[in-house]
């Protein structure tokens, strides 16, 4: 069994059902943006195997150091599986440290009640404390003495 930062590899599908399968992933290491969704785990990067040359077999550490000059740090993560939403039957396995979630997507997921509550309390400013702050930038501005104001 091996872990997904702390995740048992029994939870993979609910986490990737629940929470990852909506967003959209990149590859950190090209220069044509090319968005995809992720379609599960795979083993380890360094137990991971591709096909080369219609027979031999070799893991991904080494595809990426002999074919890309790419030494991966973290061999004992598990590969992630992409594919394009246009082609669903073409699959690519990538070292997770190769790949980015997309910035600025939406979070599709209603808060929980904690959540809703943590958000509440951080955003709550009493009356007074709401007076004093409005107070406090309108005498830093100086707008009484502003010309344009009058």
């Known amino acids: 069994m091996f872990y997904v ?5 029994k939870a993979h599908p609910l986490l990737i ?5 909506s967003l959209w992933f990149v590859i950190a290491s090209t220069e044509k943006a090319r968005r995809y969704r992720l379609k599960s785990f795979g083993r380890p ?3 991971h195997k591709y096909t080369k040359n219609e027979s031999e077999q070799i893991t991904v550490v080494d595809y990426f ?3 890309w000059n790419y030494r991966l740090c973290y061999t004992h993560l598990p590969v992630v599986e992409l594919y394009d939403p246009d082609d669903k039957n ?3 396995f990538l070292p997770m440290e190769l790949v980015n979630v ?3 997507q939406p979070n599709l997921q209603p808060l929980t009640s904690e959540q809703h509550a943590k958000a509440t309390n951080k955003t709550v400013v009493h009356p007074d404390e709401c007076y004093k702050m409005i107070r406090r930038v309108a005498d830093e501005r100086r707008f009484k003495q502003d010309p344009y104001l009058e």
């Open 5 to 9: 930062v702390g995740i048992p590899s």
């Open 17 to 21: 059902r629940k929470i990852l399968k």
């Open 45 to 47: 990067a360094n137990e």
């Open 65 to 67: 150091r002999d074919t």
């Open 90 to 92: 073409q699959s690519y």
């Open 102 to 104: 997309d910035e600025g």
